[in-house]
């Protein structure tokens, strides 16, 4: 076979036939879908923390229900179900009111889900972060005739920050993880590409081992940025051991 006897360095080149330039491609989508759904689990994780904390018993029950829910629930039994039974209901919907159907986009999906599951886990980690803040601070802040959202900016966001950090960092690499179960509605990231490549090519090992070390580079670049960013946040404050 011809393919068998390409080197390995023309089998990952960034130009065809190569296909460096397709797992590439299916990197920057995994590094976009981690993205949008880290955003959007931090938005709803800071919202999630302070509905917990605000003291409102049914705002309380119902965010508790939706972390308890979604922990519960793996990823990917929730990306099939919102990806094929939301299209069904919404095309049902659609069909009911003689509108053309519609069809859901497959990196929206991804994004979407993620992040909502991102957000219960966040919720918990910014939670615990808030808790650790001494009381103390808050009370200082409220004696100073200090508003919730500026409380929140001044005192509360600087304080959480160090110690939310290590948590969002792993959420951050369990996302970059579970990226790759978008494969299932056939968007491309770098899980799809590479088997793809390898099913093309029948280059099961080169690829799959191209893309570990793609997700280990993520890894390191991503330790560096969170310590960087941990490193601006602590300072003043005591190294940790």
Known sequence: MATSQQGILDLLSPYPPGWGGVLLTGAASTVAISAG?????????????????????????????????????????????????????????????????????????????????????????????????????????????MGPRLRFRRIILPALLPNALPGLANLWMSVTKDSALVAVVGYQELALATRLAGASTKHYFIFFLASALIYLALTLVSNAVFKLIERRVRRGQPKLA
Request: proline letters at 4%.
């Open 37 to 145: 759904a880290f955003m959007i689990g931090l938005v709803l994780g800071i919202g999630g923390a302070l509905g917990k904390l605000s003291g409102i018993r049914p705002l309380g029950l119902l965010l508790e229900l939706y972390t308890t829910a979604i922990r519960a629930v793996p990823e990917l039994i929730l990306i099939v179900g919102l990806y094929y039974a939301g299209m069904d209901g919404l095309n049902r919907i659609f069909a009911a009111l003689n509108l053309p159907a519609f069809e859901l986009n497959g990196f929206a999906v991804a994004v979407a889900v993620l992040g909502f599951v991102q957000g219960a886990y966040m919720t918990e980690v910014l939670r615990g972060a808030i808790l650790a803040i001494p009381v103390g601070q808050v009370e200082a802040a409220k004696a100073f005739g």
